[in-house]
């Protein structure tokens, strides 16, 4: 017990001074605090919201008289691994922007990203989609070239198969040879076959090229919008560091001035002993 005697004499002895340390810079005690907590909000006028924002687009489709149901104009797989490169590319204009998410339900594609601010979000998000965008268009306009070319060659080919075949017609009215008339039968038989061909492709063509349902381009269906933002949380957040960091400057100040003055009681006591 008589060590806890002893500390207990020893805190009695000190208490009174570490209490009039603490009286001294009482007012620098409640400043620092109140200080640091409005700097932390006054330094919102430097630094710029994040935040998460979405866009959707939706997967145009394209068809062909061969294959009449629609296929997409990308695959899945190829369309996660183009937005993350063009994600990486855009890093220059827009730093410290990343994409978050990107979600494939059914034709319908959504991206989540964030950047500071409202606007830098949304044109950040805008200008990723639209690279896919034009991308997928692009492919599609390449598609319908195709396509026009294979019409033009159809075209040409029935107009050539109809001539031919009239002119078989007219030499089969004027045959009188068995043998020959089989052949020129034979061969306006062939004819006709493939004048029948090239109509059902056209025919084709011509369905897919009047309906939307089997051909239709890459378009954005949800412009850009911030779904979470930090204006809210931001203010709370720096106040409290602020606060933070003034009470834990406030703690080391008194400590020191505690430890400051108890050694200086001290010092003077063992002078005034050595004097006396």
Known sequence: MKIVDEAEEKVAEAAPKAFDALLDIKYLLIIIPIACALLGLASQAVTTERNIGLIKFKLGTFATPDQPNSVPLAGVNQLKARL?????????EYPRSAMMKILVEGDVVTITGTAKGDEQTKQYLSALAQMEIDFQ??????LKKVQTQRMT?????LEKFIGQRDTLQEQFKKADNPIAMLALQQ????????????????????????????????????????????????????????L????????LIGIIAVIRAVSSKKHRTEIEGDIG
Request: hydrophobic residues 40%; charged residues 20%.
């Open 244 to 251: 933070g960091v003034g009470l834990l400057l406030t703690l």
């Open 84 to 92: 993350r490169q063009d994600a990486r590319d855009m890093r220059g």
């Open 137 to 142: 268009n692009n492919r599609l306009d390449k």
């Open 153 to 157: 060659t159809l075209q040409n080919n």
């Open 187 to 242: 061969g306006i038989d062939n004819a006709s076959a493939r004048i029948g061909g090239i109509q059902k492709e056209l025919d084709a063509y011509a369905v897919l090229n009047t309906s939307d349902l089997f051909v239709d381009s890459t378009q954005v269906i949800v412009k850009p919008l911030i779904v979470a933002s930090s204006n809210w949380y931001r203010p709370l957040l720096a106040g409290a560091i602020g």
